[in-house]
T-cell receptor
Framework: DAKTTQPPSMDCAEGRAANLPCNHSTISGNEYVYWYRQIHSQGPQYIIHGLKNNETNEMASLIITEDRKSSTLILPHATLRDTAVYYCIVRVAGGVFGNEKLTFGTGTRLTIIP | EAGVAQSPRYKIIEKRQSVAFWCNPISGHATLYWYQQILGQGPKLLIQFQNNGVVDDSQLPKDRFSAERLKGVDSTLKIQPAKLEDSAVYLC??????????FGPGTRLLVL
């Protein structure tokens, strides 16, 4: 069972920042927060992950609350190509052999409006 | 760097027929995963390999599904015989041990 809760859908205007929330109130100390997205008819695409510090890469920023019970994925300047289903997943830290599987929920369907 | 390759991209079969999917992971990735994604749902893990050994196949319907990774590189997932409820996208992913998983484009299966 997925250990995260996400809104089923969101809209965002093109060029604006898209902020996607995720609740993971039962997260353990050794679990990372991962974000993937899935554009229609494609496989899931890795976006970013973090443990407790905020993270940023060329695609997005990840903000994790201090108590680690929730996080927000930020796409700073959304484009039409960012329309996709976004999955927030908690997963044990790497190297724990046999526990690396990703348990997907139903995600948030983000629609970028022109 | 080449990504995860899968073939075929699409397959249509009739129920009770057999079908096989192929996956070539990213070079050097020891861990390989097969996921099933039913329409409207997130992917669900079917089986995980570490090199050529099975790590987790608890969600694999073993009466009809089988998978192998004989030389620790490519993998094949087979369904025999197929049922209507097997219609789904079958996704292959790979990773270095314990690291981020990268997915292929998937094989879309329709069972009639």
């Amino acid at each position: 069972d997925a250990k995260t809760t996400q809104p089923p859908s969101m809209d965002c205007a093109e060029g604006r920042a898209a902020n996607l929330p995720c609740n993971h109130s039962t997260i353990s100390g050794n679990e990372y927060v991962y974000w993937y997205r899935q554009i229609h008819s494609q496989g899931p695409q890795y976006i970013i992950h973090g443990l407790k510090n905020n993270e940023t890469n060329e695609m997005a920023s990840l903000i994790i609350t201090e108590d680690r019970k929730s996080s927000t994925l930020i796409l700073p300047h959304a484009t039409l190509r960012d329309t996709a289903v976004y999955y927030c997943i908690v997963r044990v830290a790497g190297g724990v052999f046999g526990n690396e599987k990703l348990t997907f929920g139903t995600g948030t369907r983000l629609t970028i409006i022109p | 760097e080449a990504g995860v390759a899968q073939s075929p991209r699409y397959k249509i079969i009739e129920k009770r027929q057999s079908v096989a999917f192929w996956c070539n992971p990213i070079s050097g990735h020891a861990t390989l995963y097969w996921y099933q994604q039913i329409l409207g749902q997130g992917p669900k893990l079917l089986i995980q390999f570490q090199n050529n050994g099975v790590v987790d196949d608890s969600q694999l319907p073993k009466d009809r599904f089988s998978a192998e990774r004989l030389k620790g590189v490519d993998s094949t997932l087979k369904i025999q015989p197929a049922k209507l409820e097997d219609s789904a996208v079958y996704l292959c992913a790979s990773s270095a041990v314990g690291e981020t998983q990268y997915f292929g484009p998937g094989t879309r299966l329709l069972v009639l």
